[in-house]
T-cell receptor, first 110, second 112 residues
């Protein structure tokens, strides 16, 4: 079975802090994704990556950056956390369109 | 642009059938998916259908695709309380990126 893990299930950070969310997949998938999920808004794509060191902006990249130094790991970075970035963050990897999701990180910015 | 629409809520009684509906706008969609999200968890791929198919059945799940009307449905037979979750419809065109477009999700509530 494909396994996608995220470094934290719950995270509380202060406004202005730099935040790192880590995601690791074990199936050698080339494509990886970061989404945020908010009530009533569904999933919104922040960034995705086709391969190591490759990244593409999704629908809402503002305030975020990403890093993919190794194929199995895709990191989401909040350079200066703000309260409007309080959300559930979901990482996924994919093969031929079938996406496999991690359990999510619920981030609260106070 | 691409859009996927779903109703937000569905309430059914245990043992009844549930039908969750979805419409999409991109006629070039190749793959259509249903994902399930249980409380506090990530999304889990339930099933998918290729655009050249009309129906796919997998145990209690039946997916129907009306390509002319761009309408997708997921039927869950003999719905159980464990089926309570959010169900997401998604579509993608295929190709190298396979980036799906998701609906906002339908919350299925199953009453005992």
């Amino acid at each position: 079975d494909v396994k996608v893990t995220q470094s934290s299930r719950y995270l509380v950070k202060r406004t202005g802090e730099k935040v790192f969310l880590e995601c690791v997949q074990d199936m050698d998938h080339e494509n990886m994704f970061w989404y945020r999920q908010d009530p009533g808004l569904g999933l919104r794509l922040i960034y995705f990556s086709y391969d190591v060191k490759m990244k593409e902006k999704g629908d809402i990249p503002e305030g975020y950056s990403v890093s993919r130094e190794k194929k199995e790991r895709f990191s989401l970075i909040l350079e200066s956390a703000s309260t409007n970035q309080t959300s559930m963050y979901l990482c996924a990897s994919s093969f031929r369109g079938e996406q496999y999701f991690g359990p999510g990180t619920r981030l609260t910015v106070t | 642009g691409e859009d996927v629409e779903q109703s937000l809520f569905l309430s059914v009684r245990e043992g009844d059938s549930s039908v969750i509906n979805c419409t999409y706008t991109d006629s070039s969609s190749t793959y259509l998916y249903w994902y399930k999200q249980e409380p506090g968890a990530g999304l889990q791929l339930l099933t998918y259908i290729f655009s050249n198919m009309d129906m796919k059945q997998d145990q209690r799940l039946t997916v129907l695709l009306n390509k002319k009307d761009k309408h997708l449905s997921l039927r869950i037979a003999d719905t159980q309380t464990g089926d309570s979750a959010i169900y997401f419809c998604a579509e993608s065109m295929g190709g190298g990126s396979y980036i799906p477009t998701f609906g906002r999700g339908t919350s299925l509530i199953v009453h005992p």
